[in-house]
């Protein structure tokens, strides 16, 4: 065995110490090659669970789309099939009263519904006696005047029938109470005129037929006479212009009826529109308080201050002691002083900021608001740190040595008007810093609305604010660094007491209520000038500080709300 003396060891020791070794070498490949086998698997395994998830999902979704199909289908298509028998279905009801004869026999037990004829159906009537040829008393007509008899007394035995409940015929012929006749009616049905069988969808076979008869008529001398059963008979008779002129009369004072109604309604409804004498002042107030709006906004956001760090910091500083430090006191310090800036710049970073505004509305136009109003800003950065420092000077006429306290590296770069006749730069644990300034803000603004259905509108607006500072703090997480502090009217401070700023927004809108509305729309706030009053006397590289967020808003319309 080895000792202190003896450094050279036995057999035991040599052989421990080859094994340890040999335990102690780098795995062999085909460890490796296990390792990344195993892990090739976990990640097969998981990427055959996702596709089967996702396949399922799809199947899913493929699945409610057919079924909401076919049941939208079924839905549809069964109010299709029902619209047209609620439609023709009076119409047939009403056909059958218009060319039924008021004579015509009818079932025992069915009792015609009397009613007072208006002047439309006098007028249906006359039209009917106006496009019925008369018929000539002939031997043929006398022959088949009991095969006509019997086919009346088939179709009313028909009627009656179909009156009856549990028979539900839709080509019979019904009587309806207060039918009318109408063509359209007639559009369905084949009807008799005269003996002979028309079909209520050609009219023009009906008026053609017609025009064969009269010249025929006047061809023969008067009067024309066919056999059969669907034979018609025309003669020249002097009742029909007579006929023509009665409906002639009939329907131009029907017409000057109507008008004569309708100038009535249009002079009842211009005066009960009319508004009273004591209601024209309180309309137009209620219009005018109609165009105010009160509005509540809240916009979190993220805030970017743009203050940069120097690149040689500290010289002038550094300067100043030079003669009175040695000089690897002073390599070391500046060393440090390099470090704590380049950390500074890699660790700063926008922080959580918000506002709330409390506004006032009033439109100008129909889609057109003017804005104004007031509200309060909390704009944060933040960043991480190692290093404090602390600046020493000492009082004119004395030994005595002061200081502000320790800070970060932050807190001298805004500034370059001081002289420090020593720095310390220690470092320490990292360490939270956050910087954090509040405004109290008066905007202005224009904003234009748009709709885009019943309930939903879309907007756009942009304005200007003014920006007083309340407060600017840096915050420290470590206890060996002093929070720094600067008030409004405190002279020290080295930032800007008004800053102005512009803003633009745009989103879409919902209306909840006639009066209540909410939108909600991305906004960007730039800010005119930078954070510092004077840029120029500061070490750090200034730039101009911005806002990115969301603005969610509520709307209270005053007066009637939307039109």
């Not at 019904?174 to 209520?200: C, E, F, H, T």
């Not at 101009?544 to 969610?552: M, Q, S, V």
Request: glycine share 10%.
């Amino acid at each position: 065995m080895s000792s202190a003396t003896n450094n050279r060891g036995g057999g035991l020791e040599e052989a421990f110490r080859h094994r340890l070794q040999d335990a102690e070498a780098s795995p062999s490949a085909e460890l490796w090659e296990r390792i990344d086998h195993s892990l090739t698997l976990q990640e097969s395994n998981q990427y055959k669970r996702g596709m089967l998830f996702y396949r399922q999902l799809a199947a899913a979704c493929i699945a409610l789309l057919l079924l909401g199909g076919g049941f939208a289908a079924y839905y549809f298509g069964g109010q299709e099939k029902a619209a047209p028998v609620a439609q023709v279905k009076p119409a047939a009801e009403s056909s059958y009263a218009a060319v039924v004869p008021s004579g015509a026999p009818v079932a025992e037990g069915e009792a015609f519904i009397q009613e007072e004829v208006s002047v439309d159906e006098l007028i249906a009537q006359a039209m009917q006696q106006a496009v019925q040829p008369q018929r000539i008393y002939t031997p043929e007509r006398e022959q088949n005047r009991e095969a006509r008899a019997t086919r009346q007394q088939d179709t009313a035995g028909t009627l009656a029938a179909a009156e009856q409940p549990g028979i539900a015929n839709s080509g019979a012929w019904r009587i309806m109470p207060g039918a009318r006749y109408s063509l359209s009616s007639a559009q369905k049905k084949s009807v008799s005129i005269n003996g002979v069988g028309v079909d209520g969808g050609d009219v023009r076979q009906l008026f053609e037929n017609m025009r064969r008869g009269i010249v025929s008529d006047f061809a023969a001398g008067g009067k024309h006479t066919s056999g059969g059963s669907n034979s018609m008979a025309f003669s020249n008779s002097s009742s029909s212009p007579a006929d023509f002129k009665t409906l002639s009369e009939m329907v131009m004072g029907r017409m000057k009826q109507l008008e004569a109604e309708q100038e009535a309604n249009k002079q009842l409804y211009k005066q009960e529109k009319a508004p009273l004498p004591g209601q024209t002042e309180a309309n137009k107030s209620s219009s005018a308080s109609g165009r105010w709006s009160l509005g509540m906004a809240y916009a979190p956001s993220y805030f970017e201050q743009n203050i940069g760090m120097p690149s040689q910091m500290m010289m002038g500083a550094a300067s100043s002691f030079s003669s009175f430090a040695p000089p690897i006191a002073m390599q070391q310090s500046a060393r440090m002083v390099e470090e704590a800036r380049e950390e500074h710049e890699q660790e700063v970073e926008p922080g959580f900021s918000f506002g709330v505004e409390a506004k006032a509305g009033f439109k100008v136009g129909r889609k057109w608001k003017l804005l104004a109003g007031l509200g309060f800003t909390q704009n944060t950065a933040r960043s991480k740190s190692s290093y404090v420092i602390e600046q020493f000077w000492r009082k004119p006429g004395s030994k005595q040595a002061e200081s502000p306290g320790a800070t970060t590296i932050f807190v001298p770069s805004l500034s370059s008007n001081f002289a420090s006749d020593s720095l310390s730069v220690t470092k320490t644990d990292e360490f939270n810093v956050l910087y954090r300034y509040r405004h109290l803000t008066v905007p202005l603004g224009l904003q234009y609305a748009g709709k885009i259905s019943k309930d939903w509108f879309w907007y756009a607006s942009g304005g200007v604010a003014a920006n007083i500072l309340l407060q600017t703090t840096v915050l420290a997480s470590s206890a060996e660094v002093q929070d720094t502090n600067y008030g409004p009217g405190d002279d020290s401070s080295p930032f800007r007491k008004l800053q102005w700023s512009g803003n633009v927004t745009a989103g879409v809108g919902k209306q909840l209520t006639d009066q209540v509305s909410v939108t909600l729309g991305p906004e960007y706030r730039g800010y005119f000038d930078t954070m510092l009053s004077s840029p120029e006397k500061a070490y750090a590289p200034q730039g101009k500080p911005y806002t990115l967020g969301i603005n969610l808003a509520l709307n209270y319309d005053l007066g009637h709300g939307r039109k």
